[in-house]
Protein backbone atom coordinates (compact mmCIF):
# COMPACT_ATOMS: atom_id res chain seq x y z
CA UNK A 1 0.00 0.00 0.00
CA UNK A 2 1.09 3.14 -0.55
CA UNK A 3 0.18 6.79 0.65
CA UNK A 4 -0.16 9.95 -1.88
CA UNK A 5 -1.65 13.55 -1.21
CA UNK A 6 -3.12 16.18 -3.23
CA UNK A 7 -5.22 19.18 -1.81
CA UNK A 8 -6.86 22.27 -3.07
CA UNK A 9 -8.59 20.94 -6.07
CA UNK A 10 -10.97 23.50 -5.94
CA UNK A 11 -13.66 21.54 -7.82
CA UNK A 12 -16.55 22.73 -9.55
CA UNK A 13 -18.83 20.17 -11.87
CA UNK A 14 -21.79 21.97 -10.28
CA UNK A 15 -21.37 25.49 -9.69
CA UNK A 16 -19.70 28.12 -12.37
CA UNK A 17 -16.47 28.91 -11.20
CA UNK A 18 -14.20 28.60 -13.67
CA UNK A 19 -10.56 27.89 -12.78
CA UNK A 20 -8.28 28.87 -15.76
CA UNK A 21 -8.59 32.33 -14.75
CA UNK A 22 -5.81 31.76 -11.76
CA UNK A 23 -2.83 29.84 -14.04
CA UNK A 24 -3.08 28.33 -16.98
CA UNK A 25 -2.00 25.21 -14.68
CA UNK A 26 -5.81 25.67 -13.61
CA UNK A 27 -7.25 25.08 -16.95
CA UNK A 28 -8.83 21.61 -17.29
CA UNK A 29 -7.61 20.82 -14.67
CA UNK A 30 -9.73 18.46 -13.71
CA UNK A 31 -9.12 16.54 -16.57
CA UNK A 32 -5.13 16.68 -15.92
CA UNK A 33 -5.89 15.79 -11.99
CA UNK A 34 -8.36 12.23 -13.06
CA UNK A 35 -5.02 11.16 -15.56
CA UNK A 36 -2.22 11.94 -13.65
CA UNK A 37 -4.29 10.11 -10.28
CA UNK A 38 -5.21 7.07 -12.54
CA UNK A 39 -2.05 6.79 -13.84
CA UNK A 40 -0.43 6.48 -10.09
CA UNK A 41 -3.14 5.36 -7.77
CA UNK A 42 -3.61 1.59 -7.41
CA UNK A 43 -7.07 0.24 -5.79
CA UNK A 44 -5.13 -0.70 -2.48
CA UNK A 45 -3.81 2.75 -2.13
CA UNK A 46 -4.64 5.43 0.31
CA UNK A 47 -4.90 9.26 -0.75
CA UNK A 48 -4.95 12.31 1.58
CA UNK A 49 -6.59 15.23 0.45
CA UNK A 50 -6.34 18.43 2.76
CA UNK A 51 -9.15 20.65 2.00
CA UNK A 52 -10.94 22.81 -0.50
CA UNK A 53 -12.08 19.75 -2.26
CA UNK A 54 -15.31 21.78 -4.02
CA UNK A 55 -16.58 25.46 -4.33
CA UNK A 56 -20.28 23.63 -3.44
CA UNK A 57 -22.14 25.66 -0.69
CA UNK A 58 -24.09 23.11 0.13
CA UNK A 59 -23.69 19.36 -0.25
CA UNK A 60 -25.66 18.78 -3.19
CA UNK A 61 -23.71 21.19 -4.90
CA UNK A 62 -20.50 19.31 -3.89
CA UNK A 63 -21.82 15.72 -5.02
CA UNK A 64 -20.65 15.84 -8.04
CA UNK A 65 -17.25 16.70 -6.86
CA UNK A 66 -16.78 14.29 -4.74
CA UNK A 67 -18.20 11.98 -7.04
CA UNK A 68 -15.34 12.88 -9.25
CA UNK A 69 -13.34 12.12 -6.40
CA UNK A 70 -14.50 8.80 -5.45
CA UNK A 71 -14.21 7.58 -8.74
CA UNK A 72 -10.39 7.94 -8.51
CA UNK A 73 -8.45 4.53 -7.46
CA UNK A 74 -7.59 4.46 -3.98
CA UNK A 75 -9.02 4.75 -0.30
CA UNK A 76 -10.00 8.94 0.41
CA UNK A 77 -9.49 10.46 3.45
CA UNK A 78 -10.52 14.04 3.58
CA UNK A 79 -10.01 17.29 6.22
CA UNK A 80 -12.30 20.42 5.74
CA UNK A 81 -10.83 23.55 4.10
CA UNK A 82 -11.77 27.16 4.13
CA UNK A 83 -13.81 26.98 1.37
CA UNK A 84 -15.43 24.01 2.15
CA UNK A 85 -18.46 25.50 2.84
CA UNK A 86 -20.61 22.49 2.09
CA UNK A 87 -19.11 20.67 5.23
CA UNK A 88 -19.38 21.93 8.66
CA UNK A 89 -17.67 20.58 11.02
CA UNK A 90 -21.01 19.79 13.05
CA UNK A 91 -22.47 17.53 10.02
CA UNK A 92 -19.57 15.64 9.32
CA UNK A 93 -21.17 12.00 11.07
CA UNK A 94 -24.13 13.09 8.71
CA UNK A 95 -22.48 13.26 5.73
CA UNK A 96 -20.09 10.80 6.52
CA UNK A 97 -23.06 8.61 5.50
CA UNK A 98 -23.67 10.39 1.94
CA UNK A 99 -20.75 10.22 0.57
CA UNK A 100 -19.00 7.48 -1.26
CA UNK A 101 -18.03 4.73 0.61
CA UNK A 102 -14.21 5.03 -0.19
CA UNK A 103 -14.52 8.38 1.14
CA UNK A 104 -13.78 9.29 4.89
CA UNK A 105 -14.40 13.03 5.95
CA UNK A 106 -11.81 13.03 9.10
CA UNK A 107 -12.51 15.92 11.47
CA UNK A 108 -10.06 15.46 14.48
CA UNK A 109 -10.37 11.59 14.89
CA UNK A 110 -7.80 9.11 14.65
CA UNK A 111 -7.39 6.41 12.36
CA UNK A 112 -4.81 3.45 11.40
CA UNK A 113 -4.55 2.67 8.28
CA UNK A 114 -2.52 -0.44 7.02
CA UNK A 115 -0.18 0.39 10.56
CA UNK A 116 -0.32 3.88 10.00
CA UNK A 117 -1.95 6.63 11.68
CA UNK A 118 -3.69 9.65 10.84
CA UNK A 119 -5.31 12.84 12.21
CA UNK A 120 -6.33 15.90 10.35
CA UNK A 121 -8.59 18.79 11.07
CA UNK A 122 -8.67 22.59 8.98
CA UNK A 123 -6.44 24.37 10.79
CA UNK A 124 -6.30 28.39 11.26
CA UNK A 125 -5.83 31.38 9.34
CA UNK A 126 -1.58 32.76 8.75
CA UNK A 127 -2.23 36.28 10.27
CA UNK A 128 0.34 36.93 12.67
CA UNK A 129 -0.64 35.95 16.30
CA UNK A 130 -0.90 39.66 17.42
CA UNK A 131 -3.29 40.31 14.26
CA UNK A 132 -5.84 37.66 15.23
CA UNK A 133 -8.88 38.70 16.58
CA UNK A 134 -10.75 37.05 19.66
CA UNK A 135 -13.30 35.16 17.02
CA UNK A 136 -10.11 33.47 15.48
CA UNK A 137 -8.59 33.00 18.82
CA UNK A 138 -11.32 30.85 19.58
CA UNK A 139 -11.48 29.15 16.46
CA UNK A 140 -7.72 28.56 16.83
CA UNK A 141 -8.03 27.06 20.15
CA UNK A 142 -10.83 24.83 18.76
CA UNK A 143 -8.77 23.95 16.01
CA UNK A 144 -5.81 22.81 18.14
CA UNK A 145 -8.47 20.92 20.33
CA UNK A 146 -9.26 18.53 17.61
CA UNK A 147 -5.59 18.15 16.66
CA UNK A 148 -4.72 17.29 19.91
CA UNK A 149 -7.56 14.99 20.08
CA UNK A 150 -6.89 13.14 17.04
CA UNK A 151 -3.41 12.38 18.03
CA UNK A 152 -4.12 11.21 21.24
CA UNK A 153 -6.33 8.71 19.45
CA UNK A 154 -3.51 7.09 17.53
CA UNK A 155 -2.04 4.21 19.08
CA UNK A 156 1.81 4.30 20.16
CA UNK A 157 2.85 0.85 17.97
CA UNK A 158 2.16 2.83 14.43
CA UNK A 159 5.03 2.95 12.01
CA UNK A 160 4.16 6.42 10.93
CA UNK A 161 2.23 9.07 12.55
CA UNK A 162 0.66 11.63 9.61
CA UNK A 163 -1.51 15.24 10.32
CA UNK A 164 -2.85 16.70 7.95
CA UNK A 165 -3.95 20.18 8.16
CA UNK A 166 -5.22 22.84 5.57
CA UNK A 167 -3.82 25.77 6.57
CA UNK A 168 0.04 25.40 7.44
CA UNK A 169 1.23 25.36 10.88
CA UNK A 170 3.06 28.60 10.82
CA UNK A 171 1.90 32.39 10.09
CA UNK A 172 2.56 34.80 6.91
CA UNK A 173 6.56 34.88 8.16
CA UNK A 174 6.86 31.28 8.45
CA UNK A 175 6.66 31.53 12.15
CA UNK A 176 5.64 28.33 13.62
CA UNK A 177 2.88 28.61 15.77
CA UNK A 178 0.85 26.60 18.51
CA UNK A 179 -0.22 23.94 15.66
CA UNK A 180 3.80 23.05 15.50
CA UNK A 181 4.29 22.69 18.83
CA UNK A 182 1.62 19.91 19.00
CA UNK A 183 3.35 18.15 15.94
CA UNK A 184 6.21 18.37 17.67
CA UNK A 185 5.02 17.55 21.11
CA UNK A 186 3.54 14.22 19.92
CA UNK A 187 6.64 13.24 17.31
CA UNK A 188 4.30 13.43 14.24
CA UNK A 189 6.75 12.31 11.47
CA UNK A 190 4.68 13.83 8.38
CA UNK A 191 2.47 16.60 7.90
CA UNK A 192 0.58 17.45 4.70
CA UNK A 193 -1.06 20.67 4.41
CA UNK A 194 -2.22 22.52 1.30
CA UNK A 195 -3.89 26.51 1.15
CA UNK A 196 -0.89 28.18 -0.03
CA UNK A 197 -1.00 28.80 -3.73
CA UNK A 198 1.89 31.69 -4.22
CA UNK A 199 4.24 33.22 -1.73
CA UNK A 200 6.27 32.02 0.49
CA UNK A 201 5.78 28.07 2.19
CA UNK A 202 7.97 26.07 4.57
CA UNK A 203 9.04 22.10 3.40
CA UNK A 204 11.66 19.54 4.38
CA UNK A 205 12.33 18.24 7.70
CA UNK A 206 11.91 20.65 10.32
CA UNK A 207 11.84 19.58 13.79
CA UNK A 208 12.08 16.05 12.56
CA UNK A 209 8.97 16.01 11.18
CA UNK A 210 8.17 16.09 7.17
CA UNK A 211 6.42 19.32 5.94
CA UNK A 212 5.30 18.44 2.46
CA UNK A 213 2.93 21.13 0.42
CA UNK A 214 0.39 18.97 -1.43
CA UNK A 215 -1.56 22.50 -2.99
CA UNK A 216 -2.79 20.70 -6.92
CA UNK A 217 -1.12 23.61 -8.64
CA UNK A 218 2.13 23.66 -6.64
CA UNK A 219 2.62 19.90 -7.65
CA UNK A 220 1.22 20.59 -11.06
CA UNK A 221 -1.54 18.56 -10.88
CA UNK A 222 0.18 15.62 -9.66
CA UNK A 223 -0.18 13.21 -6.48
CA UNK A 224 2.86 13.35 -4.13
CA UNK A 225 3.59 9.74 -2.40
CA UNK A 226 3.71 10.31 1.00
CA UNK A 227 4.92 6.80 2.28
Same mark, same amino acid.
Given at each position: MGIYA????????????PMGMFGDVWKDHARKI??????????DDTVL???DHSWG???????ADLDFIAARPGRKILIRGNHDYWWHRESTNRLQKQVPDNMTLLHGRGLVVEGVGITGTRG?????????GAGDVKVMNRELGYLERGLKEIPSDVSHR??????PPFDEDLKPNEFAD *? =??AHA?? *? =??????HSGSYLEGKIDGIQYILTSADYLNLHLVRVV
Open positions: ISDLHLSFSTEKAQNWDSTVGDLAGMRFGDASWRLEREAELIVMLHY *I =LKVD *I =LVYGHI
